[in-house]
């Protein structure tokens, strides 16, 4: 299992757990305190004085009132998913299609190689790459926030 934490400048973080494991709240939760609250903090200094957005799906182990507990004493402002809409999970349009296309095909020595060739292929990415990923995002967010208060 995969979970990306990225911007418009690219990862901050990738969090691979491990084979045979599921996320649920504490494990979610760990890995926002544990893991991108550091990573944002050293590889993007200023932003945790200004509002980290964060947007997830609405999944079980993201929701459960321990987990938005987390989220609103680290700060974080939970952005508020409009209805289902495939064009708007950014992780499924923007990052696992393209990552699965240059992955198919690929044979691994071990399950130790999948992170490293995920983590090369997020990291090689342009920065426009990631820049646009976020713009397309916001454009389809905000229309159907407003369609929704229509």
């Known amino acids: 299992m995969l979970t990306v934490c990225w911007d418009t400048k690219g ?12 996320i649920n709240s504490v494990s979610y939760t760990k890995m ?3 893991k991108l609250k550091p990573a944002i903090r050293s590889k993007r ?10 947007l997830h799906e609405n999944a ?12 609103n004493k680290m700060k974080f402002q939970l952005l508020r998913n409009p209805p289902y809409s495939p064009d708007l ?10 990552l699965k296309d240059a992955l ?9 190689d999948v992170p490293n060739a995920v983590q090369k292929w997020l990291h090689d990415q342009p920065k426009i790459f990631h820049l646009e ?3 397309k995002f916001v454009e389809c967010w905000a229309k159907s926030i407003l369609e929704e208060e229509d």
């Open 11 to 22: 990862p901050i973080i990738e969090d691979f757990m491990k084979k045979g494991t599921t």
């Open 32 to 34: 926002l305190e544990k």
């Open 45 to 54: 200094g200023g932003l945790l004085p200004k509002k980290v957005l964060l």
């Open 60 to 71: 079980r182990p993201l929701t459960p009132h321990h987990t938005l507990e987390t989220i």
């Open 89 to 98: 999970i950014p992780p499924d349009f923007h990052f696992f299609g393209p």
């Open 104 to 112: 198919r095909g690929r044979r691994f020595a071990s399950d130790l």
């Open 133 to 135: 990923g976020i713009r």
